[in-house]
T-cell receptor
C-alpha cells in the first residue's frame, strides 16, 4: 500500500461544476499538505498548502485537511476548461529529510 | 527567464549507455531536487541537495549519481541505462527544504 493514495481518474465534469479531489494517507506524522497542479508536458506547480487540520480558501479553490481521518480534499468551484490538468496531492513531515511524498495525481477534464 | 531549466527535454538512448541531464535555477534557491515521474504519474523523490549536503533516497540505484557544481546547478548522471529507467525526470528547487517547490518542465528519457 502506498503512503499516499489518490484516484487517478480521469474525472470529467461540465464547465461550472464543483469539483472534489481527494487523497488519503497512512503516515500520521505528515503535518504539511499541498496540492500541485500539472498541465500536460509541464512540471507541477504549487496551488495551495495547509498546515495541520482545517480549511484554506484561495479564490475558487478550497483545501481541507482532516488529520483524524487521514484525508485531504481540494474543491474547485465554478470549474473552467483551463482547470483541466492533473492534480497531485503532496505531504511532508519535519523528519524524513524534509522531502515531499506525492500522490499519483487525479486527471481532471472540464468540458466547455 | 525560465526559473528552473532542464536539458535535454527529450532523450532517447539504448540500454547500457550512460547519459546526463542538466538542471539550472536562477531563483537564488539553496535546495535542489531530482524527482522521477513514471507512466502512472507517481512523482518519487530521488535526491535532495541543500548547501552541499546530499540527501539520498535509498531506493535509488547507485547507477544514478547527482552532481552539484554550485547552488544553482544540479545535474543527474545515469550509468548503464535500463529499460525501467524510462520516465520523466523533474528537477526542482526551493528556499531550504520546503513545501514550495518550483519545478522544471521535465526531461523525458526513453531507453530502448
Amino acid at each position: 500500500q502506498k503512503e499516499v493514495e489518490q484516484d487517478p481518474g480521469p474525472l470529467s465534469v461540465p464547465e461550472g461544476a464543483i469539483v472534489s479531489l481527494n487523497c488519503t494517507y497512512s503516515n500520521s506524522a505528515f503535518q504539511y499538505f499541498m496540492w500541485y497542479r500539472q498541465y500536460s508536458r509541464k512540471g507541477p506547480e504549487l496551488l495551495m498548502y495547509t498546515y495541520s487540520s482545517g480549511n484554506k480558501e484561495d479564490g475558487r479553490f478550497t483545501a481541507q485537511v482532516d488529520k483524524s481521518s487521514k484525508y485531504i480534499s481540494l474543491f474547485i468551484r465554478d470549474s473552467q476548461p483551463s482547470d483541466s490538468a492533473t492534480y497531485l496531492c503532496a505531504m511532508r513531515n519535519n523528519n524524513a529529510g524534509n522531502m515531499l511524498t506525492f500522490g499519483g495525481g487525479t486527471r481532471l477534464m472540464v468540458k466547455p | 527567464d525560465t526559473a528552473v531549466s532542464q536539458t535535454p527535454k527529450y532523450l532517447v538512448t539504448q540500454m547500457g549507455n550512460d547519459k546526463s541531464i542538466k538542471c539550472e535555477q536562477n531563483l537564488g534557491h539553496d535546495t535542489m531536487y531530482w524527482y522521477k515521474q513514471d507512466s502512472k504519474k507517481f512523482l518519487k523523490i530521488m535526491f535532495s541537495y541543500n548547501n552541499k549536503e546530499l540527501i539520498i533516497n535509498e531506493t535509488v540505484p547507485n547507477r544514478f549519481s547527482p552532481k552539484s557544481p554550485d547552488k544553482a546547478h544540479l545535474n543527474l548522471h545515469i550509468n548503464s541505462l535500463e529499460l525501467g529507467d524510462s520516465a520523466v525526470y523533474f528537477c526542482a528547487s526551493s528556499h531550504r527544504p520546503s513545501n514550495v517547490l518550483t519545478f522544471g518542465a521535465g526531461s523525458r528519457l526513453t531507453v530502448l
